[in-house]
C-alpha cells in the first residue's frame, strides 16, 4: 500500500529529492546569511540588544 502511494506522492519531499534548488534561491539564500551573519545586520537589522548588567558568578540564589 504505501509503495503505490509513494508513486503518486508529489508533496514537497518529492520536488525536493527529483529537482535542484534554482540558481536565485540559492543566492538569496547566500546573500541573506552574508547579511545577517554581519555586524552591521546582527546589530541593526535583527534587533540587537545588548545584555544589561555584569555577570556576577557568586550571585546568591533563594532556595
Do not use: C, V
Request: charged share 25%.
Amino acid at each position: 500500500m504505501k509503495a503505490e502511494e509513494a508513486k503518486h506522492n508529489f508533496g514537497a519531499r518529492y520536488i525536493k529529492q527529483n529537482y535542484p534548488p534554482h540558481y536565485f534561491t540559492m543566492m538569496r539564500q547566500l546573500t541573506l546569511w552574508g547579511y545577517f551573519s554581519s555586524k552591521e545586520g546582527m546589530t541593526k537589522a535583527l534587533r540587537y540588544i545588548e545584555t544589561p548588567g555584569r555577570y556576577d558568578g557568586a550571585f546568591p540564589i533563594k532556595r
